[in-house]
């Protein structure tokens, strides 16, 4: 079974930090664009970033830029996102998501669109508070 599992998330103080992991189970990650988005109460759904695993490439959102970085370990299908200089406002079930980096060029989408994706975690929740 293709599965995506969140983990890393937890109760942090503003101006903390925290490793957000999404590990594969069931499939590899290397052909795969794995995205990152989160969902604070009563909002919609928002994108964070995304990697195309096979390269490693990275895209942020423009307003999350600078404190959210994520990178990938092939070896052990996991990606990762790296949040910084966590805020309030940051707190939300974060999620991430993959879609087959061919299937995602031949749509004609977007990475940042998250209809794009066919596999879901089950989402990990950050809360930033004092």
């Known amino acids: 079974q293709m599965q995506l599992v969140e983990s890393g998330g937890g109760l942090v103080q503003p101006g903390g930090s925290l490793r957000l992991s999404c590990a594969a189970s069931g499939f590899t990650l290397d052909y795969y664009v794995v995205g990152w988005f989160r969902q604070a109460p009563g909002k919609e759904r928002e994108v964070v970033s995304c990697?195309?695993?096979?390269?490693?490439?990275?895209y942020y959102t423009d307003s999350l830029k600078g404190r959210f970085t994520t990178s990938r370990d092939n070896a052990k299908s996991t990606v990762y996102l790296q949040v910084n200089s966590l805020k309030p406002e940051d707190t939300a079930v974060y999620y991430c998501?993959?879609?087959?980096?061919?299937?995602?060029?031949?749509?004609?989408?977007?990475?940042?669109?998250?209809?794009?994706?066919?596999?879901w975690g089950q989402g990990t929740q950050v809360t930033v508070s004092a």
């Open positions: 990697i195309s695993v096979s390269d490693g490439t990275p």
């Open positions: 998501a993959a879609v087959w980096a061919d299937l995602l060029s031949r749509s004609g989408g977007s990475w940042y669109e998250p209809s794009q994706y066919n596999y």
